[in-house]
């Protein structure tokens, strides 16, 4: 039995007033949270926002050639991490050889002769040997259905893992 509580709703009229919003329109990148100030991020080939797309393009044209990724929304706090030595000549200078991020994402992706396609997930970036350029290796995953928990755990593995290339 299903009691009625006598709520009447009222009926939504326009008020004739417009306020304009800018950012309504076509969903754009929205890299916000991965470009704060203050984050050292030099290890990166370019600013954050274009290597992280572009390595995502790379991936997902990778998964279905002809692939392309329309936008990308970074929706949760990325991870970081960063590993290195003290400096021997100076004990307050560290020297970074490792450093890895996650970050969770929402992204359109529109396959070749299909529908475009929302994907969630997390991709993780991780650079070895910074301090020798010449045997620097970089590695990345691209993750579909993981939050940022899950991320975080295979980042804290991953910047560990065998020093190898992309596969």
């Given at each position: 039995?299903?009691?009625?509580?006598?709520?009447?709703?009222?009926?939504?009229?326009?008020?004739?007033?417009y306020?304009?919003?800018?950012?309504h329109?076509?969903?754009?990148?929205?890299?916000?949270?991965?470009e704060?100030?203050?984050r050292?991020?030099?290890?990166?080939p370019?600013r954050?926002?274009?290597?992280?797309r572009?390595?995502?393009?790379?991936?997902?044209?990778?998964q279905?050639?002809?692939?392309?990724?329309?936008?990308?929304?970074?929706?949760?706090e990325?991870?970081?991490?960063t590993?290195?030595?003290?400096?021997?000549?100076d004990?307050?200078?560290?020297?970074?050889?490792?450093?890895?991020?996650?970050?969770?994402?929402?992204?359109?992706?529109?396959?070749?002769?299909?529908?475009?396609?929302?994907l969630?997930?997390?991709?993780?970036?991780?650079?070895?040997?910074?301090?020798?350029?010449?045997?620097?290796?970089?590695?990345t995953?691209?993750?579909?259905?993981?939050?940022?928990?899950?991320?975080e755990?295979?980042?804290?593995?991953?910047?560990?893992?065998?020093?190898?290339?992309?596969?």
């Amino acid at each position: 039995m299903v009691a009625h509580l006598g709520v009447r709703r009222q009926p939504r009229r326009p008020t004739g007033e417009y306020a304009r919003n800018p950012r309504h329109g076509p969903v754009r990148d929205d890299f916000a949270r991965l470009e704060i100030p203050g984050r050292w991020l030099g290890w990166l080939p370019d600013r954050p926002a274009a290597s992280v797309r572009g390595q995502l393009q790379e991936a997902v044209a990778d998964q279905v050639p002809g692939s392309v990724l329309e936008w990308v929304k970074i929706i949760d706090e990325p991870i970081f991490l960063t590993a290195g030595i003290r400096s021997p000549a100076d004990p307050q200078t560290l020297i970074v050889r490792r450093a890895g991020m996650a970050v969770v994402f929402a992204l359109c992706v529109s396959p070749p002769r299909r529908e475009p396609e929302i994907l969630t997930g997390a991709f993780t970036w991780v650079a070895v040997q910074l301090d020798d350029p010449r045997l620097r290796r970089d590695r990345t995953w691209f993750d579909v259905d993981l939050d940022r928990a899950q991320a975080e755990e295979l980042l804290k593995r991953r910047i560990y893992e065998t020093e190898t290339p992309s596969e």
